[in-house]
């Protein structure tokens, strides 16, 4: 009888023991965790712009995204407004007479060209550049409409070519 004492003392010693251990060690990894950010601090790359019919025909300018948007009735497309050079918002400015070129195998009326204010580069209202110091031309931007709510989105890290439409249904 009194040899069976130091076993169990023993036992809930080491049980005690081992308690304590994984508590510290979940206390320890609970602490680390949360030296970790849970959320992402990167941009979104995708921009809801607003709903379709709030685009009226010809361009529209959202200086929050930089970003100019076209529409030629229910044909969409959307040219970056940030100079290639060092990244000032370039200007758009109305043409006298717009112009109808092909742009990516399709006619397109240009109704504007850009410029910036800082160093002085021009481009066509496609986004070519017509005079430096830019290096290339003005970035455009994949566009679809979101099926939650109707809204242009815009995927701001997408990149596309000139013959990028979106046209609506
Ligand atoms: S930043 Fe536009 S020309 Fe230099």
Same mark, same amino acid.
């Given at each position: 009888? $009194?040899?069976?004492? #130091? *076993?169990?003392?023993? !036992? &809930? ?9 994984? /508590? ?27 709903? $379709?019919?709030?685009? #009226? *025909?010809?361009?529209? !300018? &959202? ?9 030629? /009735? ?27 070129? $092909? ?67």
């Amino acid at each position: 009888m $009194t040899e069976q004492k #130091p *076993d169990r003392r023993d !036992f &809930l010693v080491k049980l005690g023991t081992g308690a304590g251990v994984v /508590g510290i060690g979940t206390q320890a990894a609970a602490s680390l965790r949360s030296l970790l950010p849970n959320v992402s601090y990167d941009a979104p790359t995708t921009v809801k712009l607003g709903k $379709t019919a709030d685009f #009226p *025909d010809g361009l529209k !300018f &959202l200086p929050e995204q930089r970003l100019f948007v076209f529409r030629e /009735g229910k044909v969409f497309h959307a040219v970056s407004a940030v100079c290639t050079h060092l990244g000032c918002t370039v200007r758009a400015e109305a043409l006298s007479q717009p112009e109808t070129v $092909t742009v990516g195998d399709a006619p397109m009326r240009l109704t504007h060209r850009f410029s910036c204010p800082c160093h002085g580069s021009k481009y066509t209202g496609d986004g070519k550049v017509v005079s430096g110091p830019a290096p290339k031309p003005l970035a455009w931007y994949h566009l679809s409409v979101s099926p939650d709510d109707g809204q242009l989105v815009a995927d701001l890290a997408r990149e596309v070519g000139r013959d990028f439409r979106l046209t609506l249904a």
